[in-house]
């Protein structure tokens, strides 16, 4: 039996209102976001009006950064700002990663003769330094 256009009706009318209801909690959730923030704004006006040093500010609302932050690292669809919240997340709640650097002295592979010798015109250069009548 070959289908109807019903079927196809139906569910392109079922998706729509399902975008729809997305799209008001979106809407919803972006509202009370930027009511939530115009009231954090004028905390921290009148914080600032109050004598509180911006070190002092920023204190007072890490939490809330932090939040924002996270916030970010689960919700933000490009990926590069996602990836920076979470590290710098993590950098601050695991410090961060131990960056190892070897170091190699110019000197280090030089024979004793030649090492000597680079130490006694130093040495020489020095004194010089020191006492320009010396030579």
């Known amino acids: 039996m070959p289908k109807t256009g019903r079927g196809l009706k139906g569910r392109s009318q079922q998706f729509a209102q399902g975008a729809e209801t997305r799209m008001t909690g979106v809407l919803d959730d972006l509202a009370e976001f930027e009511q939530y923030r115009i009231e954090v704004l004028k905390k921290i006006r009148d914080d600032r009006k109050a004598g509180l040093s911006g070190d002092?500010?920023?204190?007072?609302?890490?939490?809330?950064?932090?939040?924002?932050?996270?916030?970010?690292?689960?919700?933000?669809?490009?990926?590069?700002?996602?990836?920076?919240?979470i590290k710098d997340l993590r950098d601050r709640d695991e410090g961060k990663a131990t960056e190892k650097q070897e170091i190699t002295h110019r000197l280090e592979k030089l024979p004793d003769a030649q090492l000597d010798a680079v130490l006694m015109s130093e040495l020489k250069q020095a004194q010089e330094d020191e006492d320009p009548l010396v030579n």
């Open 56 to 85: 002092e500010i920023i204190a007072k609302y890490k939490d809330e950064v932090r939040l924002r932050q996270l916030t970010i690292a689960l919700a933000e669809a490009d990926s590069s700002k996602a990836l920076a919240a």
